[in-house]
């Protein structure tokens, strides 16, 4: 994302992939919805321009030598379709039935996605925050800009303060986590861990703080009540019947999104991004979680179902912290690791302790020692406790 010195707008990624598909410029201009495509005439990257007498644009296209029978496949089936057509839309449209509560969506949590995301959704480790307090103060952070003052806190940019539609988180998971395990979850629990995503962020659904409500339950029928607090802050506007048109309008104007202005009949190759007034913010991690978060845990809940990490059990941080993934890669005594040991076992500590970018966390997101975290790791290249 980015945050524009001149305008100071946000703009959405769904409105920049949109741009690619009706922009007028450098893509060129959008065709009739009633004008017929062909296959041949996709020259930019995933914009498939009409063939019109022998030209697709300014480009001529020699249509002697098309063969559209090749690769055109076939009508799909209508349960095909159906099995295929698993996209939920804004709004929650497509959703399916089932529910789920914040308390069961905190058990799912604590033993499929902590070891990423962090207690209570805070990040570390090079995986995104999910929170980082309520999100009617992080919402307050979008207007912030570091162009003016690069000490400033930049925008926060998580799910409660930032994304328009919640709908798009319960796909997202459903669809993608957790990681290397995904699609795995069922419906029911997709739903619980979406309710302690809202709960994390203190938002509402319809009349319900669900950040207060630890037993509140989220289903299909109530999902549309979801209140996210950013809906309405991107541009262009892309929602309602005149969408597309607003966003065909919005990027013709190059100076909306900081392009340089060229004339109509010209294309633009290089250069075409004045970047001057773009600063790209990085996410935060654990240390600008406001208010600052307290993970004190008095009262454990009992059958949590994590394994407690202790450094006389391996196998029990094991479970806890590293098994989601390495369950299915790498996992405990696999031939797979001599790929990996062959560099020697320093550097396999190194990668461990540290963590790798868009990898692990560091220590598989335990607290234990560096020496502890070896033996942890011994355990997992071997498949033995020694």
């Known amino acids: 994302m980015f945050k524009l010195e001149k305008s100071k707008l946000l703009i959405s990624a769904s409105a920049v992939s949109l741009a690619a598909l009706f922009a007028a410029g450098c893509m060129g201009n959008a065709a009739p919805s009633n004008t017929s495509y062909a296959t041949a005439g996709d020259i930019a990257g995933g914009v498939v321009y009409p063939i019109k007498n022998g030209q697709t644009g300014p480009y001529a296209v020699n249509e002697k030598a098309l063969d559209n029978s090749v690769y055109q496949g076939r009508v799909p089936t209508a349960n095909e379709l159906k099995a295929w057509d698993k996209d939920i839309q804004a709004g929650g449209v497509g959703l399916p039935e089932g529910e789920g509560s914040v308390e069961e969506g905190e058990e799912i949590y604590e033993s499929k996605c902590v070891m990423c995301h962090g207690d209570f959704g805070s990040g570390g480790g090079g995986y995104p925050s ?37 709908s798009t988180m319960w796909w997202y998971i459903k669809d993608g986590m957790p990681h290397p395990k995904s699609k795995t979850l069922t419906d029911n629990e997709v739903y619980a861990l979406t309710a302690y995503m809202l709960a994390i962020n203190e938002l509402s659904v319809g009349d319900v703080n669900v950040g207060e409500d630890d037993e509140f339950v989220l289903s299909k029928d109530n999902f549309k009540d979801i209140i996210m607090p950013n809906k309405d802050g991107f541009e262009p506007k892309v929602h309602g019947k005149d969408g597309l048109n607003n966003v065909r309008k919005y990027f013709a104007v190059p100076e909306n999104f900081g392009a340089i202005k060229v004339k109509e009949d010209e294309r633009c190759m290089t250069n075409c991004q004045d970047t001057d007034n773009i600063v790209r913010v990085a996410n935060g991690g654990i240390s600008d979680f406001h208010p600052p978060m307290s993970v004190e845990r008095s009262m454990p809940k009992e059958n949590h179902g994590m394994a407690v990490t202790t450094k006389k059990d391996p196998v029990a941080t094991y479970k806890a912290n590293c098994s989601m993934c390495h369950d299915s890669y ?57």
């Open 130 to 166: 999910l929170s980082k307090g309520p999100a009617a103060e992080g919402q307050a952070t979008l207007t912030n800009n570091r162009w003016k003052d690069p000490e400033a806190d930049g925008p926060s940019r998580y799910f409660g303060s930032y994304w328009p539609e919640a």
């Open 330 to 386: 790498l996992a405990p005594g696999s031939s797979e690791w001599a790929a990996y040991t062959g560099k020697g076992m320093d550097k396999v500590y190194a990668n461990a302790i540290a963590g790798t970018p868009g990898g692990m966390p560091a220590k598989g997101g335990s607290s234990l020692s560096d020496s502890d975290f070896k033996l942890v790791v011994n355990y997992i290249v071997s498949g033995k406790v020694k």
